[in-house]
């Protein structure tokens, strides 16, 4: 166990399987382990490199054995998929794992700490319960039109909804309106859980410097600015603004063969819920686009003549995302340039 200089963890909900390797690339040694087990085995290993896949648990087991002296390095799942030979087993998943962490080229999953994480949960019951919401209006407006009513599209529509059952024009069943009322309630807990959200994540926001810069870009408000503090991470683990764009799909996927290029759709990779604030941001900026007048105006309204607003939408999406790395990993806020003569 002394000469392991590499070990690979195949994570678990109740059990480890580990492969270690010398520097050679050997095997020295593998085992399963329990929870607690696996905290025991590492505690007495020698300060080596430890690798996981960046999933359920890994950051919290990361910080664990960051505190043991181990230098822990996690590898997004689909780079580790080629390196498994002949049959998936636990045991070789985590050779695979070794096997992609030794690569000189391999790119790692930055560590994220506590306080990302609960950022990162309050977005997912967020996102969570905007999508019940939503869930929870279409119903509404499936049941009325069943009965022949018809609800203008937005919130207000929903809002109003006992005084339009209370209206003598609209005859309903008793337990239909019963229903619709009870979907009501629903729609109002809900959107109250969310300002909720909202206002805790603002909070948050306000409390955080490197949030407040964020927020100094187009396009680009507290919900957004909090998402991106969560999941970025590091900004140094990116060389440029444009491998972070990449890693949020905001690029062209690439079909080139004979040294001829060739350019697709986004490849929409990442985080999606990331990107689409980021879509949605930029859409926002383009309502906005005529009354620009810095050299970004110029530059958005030269575009939309040229392209489908989809395209813009990504492009300026992707104009946005280098800002924020620039920001994140120099300093300093988003400056309109003006327009040049």
């Known amino acids: 166990m002394g000469t392991a200089t590499l ?6 909900k109740h059990y480890f399987f580990l492969h270690a390797q010398d520097r050679h690339g050997h095997e020295v040694w593998h085992k399963k382990a329990t929870r607690t087990q696996l905290l025991t085995v590492l505690a007495n290993c020698p300060a080596s490199t430890v690798a996981m896949e960046a999933c359920a648990g890994a950051h919290w087991l990361a910080r664990k054995l ?7 390095r996690l590898i997004a799942p689909q ?3 080629p390196f498994v030979k002949g049959n998936k087993t636990d045991f070789a998943d985590a050779e695979a794992i070794c096997e992609a962490a030794a690569r000189p080229a391999m790119r790692f999953v930055a560590l994220k700490t506590p306080e990302q994480q609960t950022l990162l949960a309050l977005h997912r019951v967020r996102e969570a319960l905007v999508a019940e919401r939503t869930a929870t209006a ?4 499936g ?4 009965f022949g009513v018809s609800l203008p599209v937005g919130t207000l529509a929903i809002t109003r909804l006992p005084a339009l059952l209370d209206s003598p024009a609209v005859t309903l069943p008793p337990r239909l309106i019963s229903l619709l009322l009870r979907l009501h309630r629903r729609y ?9 959200l909202d206002s805790e994540l603002k909070r948050q926001l306000d409390e955080d410097e490197a949030g407040r810069r964020l927020l100094t870009i187009p396009g680009i408000g507290p919900i957004t600015a909090s998402c991106l503090l969560a999941m970025a991470g590091d900004m140094h683990g990116f060389k440029r603004g444009r491998d972070f764009a990449a890693s949020l799909g ?3 996927r690439q079909h080139s063969t004979g040294g001829r290029p060739t350019l697709l759709g986004i490849t929409k990779r990442g985080d999606k819920h990331l990107r689409s604030l980021l879509v949605q941001g930029a859409r926002a900026v383009m309502q906005r686009a005529p009354r620009r007048t810095d050299a970004l105006g110029i530059w958005l309204r030269s575009l939309m003549q040229r392209r489908h607003s989809n395209v813009v939408a990504c492009a300026l999406a992707n104009k946005m995302a280098r800002i924020v790395w620039a920001i994140l990993a120099k300093g300093g806020e988003y400056r309109a340039h003006p327009a040049t003569a």
């Open 143 to 146: 049941f009325l039109l069943e």
């Open 188 to 196: 109002g807990l809900l959107s109250e859980e969310i300002a909720q």
């Open 250 to 252: 905001l690029v062209p």
């Open 138 to 141: 279409n119903q509404i407006h």
């Open 79 to 81: 780079f580790v998929r």
């Open 7 to 12: 070990i690979g963890i195949d994570l678990g």
């Open 66 to 72: 960051q505190a043991f002296g181990h230098q822990v």
